[in-house]
């Protein structure tokens, strides 16, 4: 008998592990031992090192179900007050995202609605979105800023991020995203604002343990390279990885410069291009694509996703989550969408959402299934992976493990 027992045995699993030369890392007739929150042990049940119950305190077979592991959402505005419903309609008729922005909608509108919340009524509210979220597969996410555009406003959001992950258990990276739109206070003042993000905003935050990373919005309609960079000279300073929204509607050159910074990712990606593409290949930042937005605002010009592809660029998949341009509530519906409007195998969507998402974010304890990996996996009412991106929409996940522990069955 084994001298230190496993918490959980699960067995007759098919293991989409995403390791190894294996298509989706596959392992048929799998097992997976839990403990102290970490897989333990991941192979065929016939290669297992002793009798189930000698090996675990607790033994389950899945009949054959799919294991896999947990999704991390690496791009979400998951913390707002309000909704923009009315600009789906202001699209529909006609106008565009840059119209609606100039015109007084789009972010501003929601940094309105986010500033008059409390802190309270925010965590009510983005909570809600966390769960749907997590019902559907996402047991880690990143949470930006970038609707309070001050100190205090900032400083909320980001708690209540914080305070997302502790409620339900799931890890949450924070993005500080301070230069995400010009509050109307500066609309007169750009260079001053960029000073108090940079200045005060930043350090403030960071201080406070508040910021895993920093982000910018650098578009026509948002920051210039210049501003963008001053940003990520402050977070190098700190010592904060940095991340970018580049090249959503318009060719800055941003995703050179987030490589430029050995950036963790360059996010949306429309108008990416060779150059941008050569440059994040070398620098190994991640091309994390959004779906969503793509869908939402009924863009034409498709990510390089072949291009990316050769250069060996990995490339994440994430909702986006977001109330104007992307109110998606399903990271596996992502994965769906990537395969469908971005041409991504359903192995490539399916990595998008655990190992080149958890690289996104930084992290090295999650996204495949293997010993020593944080106890984070999920089993679903499917025998073969491909299943995820096939079916549109519909209730497939059966379990959620979180650190080693069931949190949700269907």
Known sequence: MSDTRWDRLLLNATLATFTGDAAYGLIERGAIGLHQGRIAWVGRMDALPDAPHALAAKVESLDGALVTPGMIDCHTHLVFAGDRSHEFDLRLNGASYEDIARGGGGIVSTVAATRMAGEDQLFVQSLIRAQALLADGVTTLEIKSGY??????????????????????????????GLHALPPEYRERRDDYVTLVCDTMLPTLAAEGLVDAVDAFCENIGFTLDETRR???????????????????????????????????????????????????????????????????????????????????????????????????????AASMACTLFRLTPEEALRGVTVHAARALGFADRGTLAPGQRGDLLVWDARKPAELCYWIGGQLLQQVWLNGEQVLAA
């Open 231 to 333: 940003v990520f000279e402050r977070a190098t300073q700190l010592g904060i990885p940095v991340k970018l929204h580049a090249e959503q509607l318009s060719d800055l050159d941003g995703a050179a410069l987030v490589a430029e910074y050995q950036g963790l990712s360059a996010d949306h990606l429309e108008y990416l291009s060779e150059s941008g593409i050569g440059a994040m290949a070398a620098a190994g930042t991640v091309a994390v694509l959004l779906p969503g937005a793509f869908y939402a605002l009924r863009e034409t010009k498709l990510p390089p996703v072949e291009q990316l592809r050769k250069a060996g660029v990995p490339m994440a998949v994430a909702t986006d989550c977001n109330p104007g341009t992307s109110p998606l509530l399903s990271l596996r519906l």
């Open 148 to 177: 309070g555009l001050d100190l205090e406003g900032e400083r909320r959001m980001l708690r209540v991020a914080r305070r997302i992950g502790r409620e339900l258990g799931v890890g949450v990276r924070t993005t500080f995203l």
